[in-house]
Nanobody
Framework: QVQLVESGGGLVQPGGSLRLSCAASGFTLDSYAIGWFRQAPGKEREGVSCIRSSDSSTYYADSVKGRFTISRDNAKNTVYLQMNGLKPEDTAVYYC???????????????????WGQGTQVTVSS
């Protein structure tokens, strides 16, 4: 059974940090691009960052550039999103997704991704 499971979300104060994990089971991540998306209440799902498998190239949305870092550990079949300098506007449910074409396009349209996790809540508040 193909499954992606996110973890690491929680409540953090502005300026704080969290590290999200995306663990795969039922398939190996090493041939997929992995993207992180987020969706705040009343807003559309937006692409935050992605990482390609072939060359580990990355993409970041302007809103998180310089604060978030995506990485992958193929040996652990896991992708991470290190989030530093968190702001209240980062509050959302964060999802990871796997893209079989391994393109990691800057458009990061959800329909480009084949498998999705269930999401993890990130709340940034004082």
């Amino acid at each position: 059974q193909v499954q992606l499971v996110e973890s690491g979300g929680g409540l953090v104060q502005p300026g704080g940090s969290l590290r999200l994990s995306c663990a795969a089971s039922g398939f190996t991540l090493d041939s997929y691009a992995i993207g992180w998306f987020r969706q705040a209440p009343g807003k559309e799902r937006e692409g935050v960052s992605c990482i390609r498998s072939s060359d580990s190239s990355t993409y970041y949305a302007d809103s998180v550039k310089g604060r978030f870092t995506i990485s992958r550990d193929n040996a652990k079949n896991t992708v991470y999103l290190q989030m530093n300098g968190l702001k209240p506007e980062d509050t959302a449910v964060y999802y990871c997704a796997a893209e079989a074409l391994d393109m990691c396009l800057a458009t990061m349209t959800p329909y480009e991704y084949d498998y999705w996790g269930q999401g993890t809540q990130v709340t940034v508040s004082s």
